[in-house]
Structures are given as C-alpha cells and as structure tokens.
T-cell receptor, first 115, second 117 residues
C-alpha cells in the first residue's frame, strides 16, 4: 500500500520568497510520485512527477522537487513565489508495480502569497 | 495535450432526484476512468475505478447503487448520483488514463460542484 503525508495544511510566504511544501511518502514498492496544483473550483493540474529517472525533477511554473529515498520525502520548492502561485497543492503516490494504477493523495497544502 | 471535458461544472438539484455527470476524453481513448469526491478543504477520495466495457470497482464504503458509473465507450464515462441527498453535496472530479499513456498519464476533468437542496 502507498500513502503520502503533507506536513502543513497552510503555508504562507511573501512574494519573492522561497516556497517549500513538504511531502513524505510510504510505499511497499518503489513509488511514482506526483505534485498537483488545484485552483478554486477546478480540477488538478500536474506540476511534476518522479518516475525514477532522476531524483531532481523540474516541473512547470518554476517548481521542482527532489526525491530523497533516505528521507522518504518528495518536497516541492520554488525559489521565488509569485502571487499566481496561491492555490491548493496535492502530493500523490502510486506504486510502480504493474496493475497498481490508483493515485493516493495527501491532504493538501493551501499556499498563500503575501504581497 | 490530453484533455478531459467534464460537465456540468455546477449543478443544483432537489433532494431525491438523480444527477448525471459526464466526462469525455477529447483527444485520446480513456481505457480507465477514476472518479473522486472532494469535500471542502479536503483531499480527493477515490470513489471508484472503471475500465471501458467493464463494471466499475468501488472503494470500500462507497455505495455502488447510489453512485452509478458507466464507461461504455473509450471516450465517455458517466457518474450518476441517484436519489441525491444534501450529504451528497460535494465536488466530484474524474481522471482518465489511456492505454498508451504510460504509468504517469493521468488527465483530470475540471470538476463538478454538486449542491443538493
């Protein structure tokens, strides 16, 4: 079984400051990990994904995440926050074994950008 | 890129009536469809998984007779909330996967806000 834990349901950062959203995973098999962003009353948009090809993953809108097996973490970062980054962010995991297609989501982190 | 069109975006219905939500894959064949439910300020909870032409597999605690899922074609899946009640009010989101999409190809619809009055 797979699961993810997102530490911090709310994160506030100043515009231009570093964004750090935390995600820790638990998986009985090598995981595939994802970060999604959700704007109000909308579906989910993929920011980036870890597919075991590289531990540092770059995504859209300047976001990146690093897979750290020793820490079972996949934290999302962005060097400089922009007002448009204000949204809900979800970390998700699925197992890499064949037939295991379900995505399991974390509880989400609401990011607020302070002008 | 892959697009999933979900309709309606918002619906208000009276208690006891049924509501149908559609998800269409516009430029790919959705062999697998996932239906999620999201309560305000909460995460997405998987309700069921359906493969084209097969019966849906429901998660524990989800009433299959209340949430009817049809995935009769490779481009259309529907979720029908039967005899809706106020506690069914929620945000429903579909996610589609293509056979050729690899293990990472999940495309989400834009969601449906259901309000039962």
């Amino acid at each position: 079984a797979q699961s993810v834990t997102q530490l911090g349901s709310h994160v506030s950062v100043s515009e231009g400051a570093l964004v750090l959203l935390r995600c820790n995973y638990s998986s009985s098999v090598p995981p595939y990990l994802f970060w999604y962003v959700q704007y109000p009353n909308q579906g989910l948009q993929l920011l980036l994904k870890y597919t075991s090809a590289a531990t540092l993953v770059k995504g859209i809108n300047g976001f990146e995440a690093e897979f750290k097996k020793s820490e079972t973490s996949f934290h999302l970062t962005k060097p400089s926050a922009h007002m448009s980054d204000a949204a809900e962010y979800f970390c998700a995991v699925r197992g890499s074994n064949f037939g295991n297609e379900k995505l399991t989501f974390g509880t989400g982190t609401r990011l607020t950008i302070i002008p | 890129g892959a697009v999933v069109s979900q309709h309606p975006s918002r619906v208000i219905c009276k208690s006891g009536t049924s509501v149908k939500i559609e998800c269409r894959s516009l430029d790919f064949q959705a062999t697998t469809m996932f239906w999620y439910r999201q309560f305000p300020k909460q995460s997405l909870m998987l309700m069921a998984t359906s493969n084209e032409g097969s019966k849906a597999t429901y998660e524990q605690g989800v009433e299959k007779d209340k949430f009817l899922i049809n995935h009769a074609s490779l481009t259309l899946s529907t979720l029908t909330v039967t005899s809706a009640h106020p506690e069914d009010s929620s945000f429903y989101i579909c996610s589609a996967r293509a056979r050729t999409g690899g293990p990472f190809g999940y495309t989400f619809g834009s969601g449906t806000r259901l309000t039962v009055v």
